[in-house]
Structures are given as structure tokens and as C-alpha cells.
């Protein structure tokens, strides 16, 4: 299957800085996707992208799709403490879905 | 309210017992989806659904089988579990129109272990 490889794998950040993870592929995408995973609950949409350049925002999340199409990131500004959770990249591929191995955030207050 | 609701939300078993975790939406979605949680693998599709009777493998689907009779169904099928097919497991759908819409609604989860 497709690869998606996803960094970092875990961030630790002071309460109002900003953070920057970013997703590679070794395959193009027709759609990079980021999610979030709150503990014990399915993953939840943030953004999606669907054109190479893209630079979509959605409040305090940034993402961008990759000129190349085998790239994204996401930013968040001012992180909260409710932003703690683990990230997902996905790039859809025809009618199939690939995930990254996610980044897990925590926010010190 | 919208939802996408699985059960059972956790199962235990045994090696070669045959196993149905069921998955049903109320919004009418033609996609259906099914997902494998592992530690540092990320989300694995097994399976997905464009709609009624039309189902087709993901990138893992070896042990698994669906079925979609029903558009609000989508049933995953472990014929003869094993432990290697211990994860958590999600169920997702999204609308079709034009191009997959790419919101997919995840449900809450199955997490499933075999003994």
C-alpha cells in the first residue's frame, strides 16, 4: 500500500505557541486531509485540501497542499490546551484512503 | 442527530470464532468505509462501499469480508479470527456527489481483541 509518512511523531509545546507537522507521500494525492483523534473517539475532519497549491484555514489551522501533490502541513497558531490529540494526514487515492501514523500533540498549559 | 454508531464498542474472543461488528449510518451516505487502528501504523483501510452491493478491498482487506445490502449497513465479517487481527477498528461514511466527498463521519470505535 501507499505510504504516508508523517513528522513528528510527538510534539510537546508550551500553551500559545505554534505548531508545524507535515506529511510526505511517495504517490500522488487528489486530496491531502488532516484529523484530529481525541482519546477513545474516531477521528474528526479539520481541513480538507483538493487542488496542488492549496492554502486552506479553518481558525487557528493552516494547511497547504503540496505543489507536487505528495505533500501537506498543518499549522496551528496559538495553541490551546483543548488542541491535545493526535493528528492524521490522509491522501485520497481513487475511491481509497491512505493514513499517515498520526502526530501526538501535548499542550503544557 | 448525524451519526455513525458500531457495536460492539469492545470484544474479546478466541482464535477461529466467527465474529460480525456491525456499523450503521443515518445520513443516508453512499460511501462506507472500514478502518484498522494500530499502534504506529496509523489507520488502515480494509474495505470500503460506493453503494448498494457494491463493495471493494483497501489496503488490507486479507481476513476480512463486508457486506452491503442496505445503505445504511455496512457490516465487517471475520470469518476466522486471529490474533494478528487484535486492533481497533472504525467504520466511516461520507456522501458521493460528483467526487467523493472526502468528510467522512467516523463512528466511536470497536476495539476488538483475539485471544
Known amino acids: 500500500g501507499q505510504q504516508l509518512n508523517q513528522s513528528p511523531q510527538s510534539m510537546f509545546i508550551q500553551e500559545g505557541e505554534d505548531v508545524s507537522m507535515n506529511c510526505t507521500s511517495s504517490s500522488i494525492f487528489n486530496t491531502w486531509l488532516w484529523y484530529k483523534q481525541d482519546p477513545g473517539e474516531g477521528p474528526v475532519l479539520l481541513i480538507a485540501l483538493y487542488k496542488a497549491g492549496e492554502l486552506t484555514s479553518n481558525g487557528r489551522l493552516t494547511a497547504q497542499f503540496g505543489i507536487t501533490r505528495k505533500d501537506s502541513f498543518l499549522n496551528i497558531s496559538a495553541s490551546i490546551p483543548s488542541d491535545v490529540g493526535i493528528y492524521f494526514c490522509a491522501g485520497r487515492s481513487g475511491n481509497q484512503f491512505y493514513f499517515g501514523t498520526g502526530t501526538s500533540l501535548t499542550v503544557i498549559p | ?115
Open chain 2, 1 to 115: 442527530e448525524a451519526q455513525v454508531t458500531q457495536n460492539p464498542r469492545y470484544l474479546i474472543t478466541v482464535t477461529g470464532k466467527k465474529l460480525t461488528v456491525t456499523c450503521s449510518q443515518n445520513m443516508n451516505h453512499e460511501y462506507m468505509s472500514w478502518y484498522r487502528q494500530d499502534p504506529g501504523l496509523g489507520l488502515r483501510q480494509i474495505y470500503y462501499s460506493m453503494n448498494v452491493e457494491v463493495t471493494d478491498k483497501g489496503d488490507v482487506p486479507e481476513g476480512y469480508k463486508v457486506s452491503r445490502k442496505e445503505k445504511r449497513n455496512f457490516p465487517l465479517i471475520l470469518e476466522s479470527p486471529s490474533p494478528n487481527q487484535t486492533s481497533l477498528y472504525f467504520c466511516a461514511s461520507s456522501k458521493i456527489s460528483g467526487i467523493i466527498t472526502d468528510t467522512q463521519y467516523f463512528g466511536p470505535g470497536t476495539r476488538l481483541t483475539v485471544l
